[in-house]
């Protein structure tokens, strides 16, 4: 667990749609995105939404900084991480 992670499961934090809305583009397309499809890896958002994986990787971390989304390691391939979105409703 990372130290981001670590800080995000002691304080609980969720982030709201108020937060996604002064993200990039790319940041609100990978949100809604994973609005509708409960878990994704990278690579399945990348061909969801036609971006880059560079620009898919780039929203993801936005994502994650403002508290959006939630990862962990896919059970079927752990080089694989598996992405939700995690916003209050």
Same mark, same amino acid.
């Given at each position: ?5 670590? @800080? ?15 993200? $990039? ?7 809604? +995105? /994973?609005? =509708? ?12 939404? /036609?971006? $880059?994986?560079?620009?898919?990787? =780039?929203? @993801?971390?936005? /994502?994650?900084?403002?508290? +959006? ?15 939700? /979105?995690?916003?209050?409703?």
């Amino acid at each position: 667990m990372s130290a981001s992670e670590s @800080l995000r499961h002691e304080t609980d934090q969720r982030g709201t749609w108020d937060d996604v809305r002064d993200l $990039p583009p790319s940041a609100k397309l990978v949100a809604k +995105v /994973l609005e =509708y499809n409960e878990t994704m890896t990278q690579q399945q958002i990348a061909d969801e939404t /036609l971006l $880059p994986s560079r620009t898919v990787r =780039y929203a @993801l971390n936005r /994502l994650d900084e403002e508290h +959006v989304i939630d990862s962990r390691f896919s059970f079927s391939d752990a080089r694989k991480r598996l992405y939700s /979105l995690d916003i209050e409703a």
